[in-house]
């Protein structure tokens, strides 16, 4: 898996369940839904991702995104 995937992996998942948790336990967690959204538009305009860097330093090899 490269890190390009990782990354979209990771923040499907994160999207899915804090709307899980904004459903079933409390709409603030719809604000985590947000904040990936904007990491994402963020990550595609600078191509700098936290996520990123931290599945680079786990020894995921690069895609085309994360150089």
């Known amino acids: 898996m490269s890190v ?9 998942f994160m999207v899915l ?3 899980a948790l904004g459903l079933y336990v409390s709409p603030l967690w719809f604000w985590l839904t947000a904040f990936v959204g904007a990491n994402l538009m963020q990550a595609s305009v ?4 936290p996520a990123a860097i931290i599945f680079k330093r786990l020894g995921l090899k690069t895609g085309c995104a994360f150089n």
């Open 4 to 12: 390009d995937r990782a990354v979209m992996l990771f923040a499907g």
């Open 46 to 49: 600078t191509g700098f991702c």
């Open 17 to 19: 369940v804090s709307l």
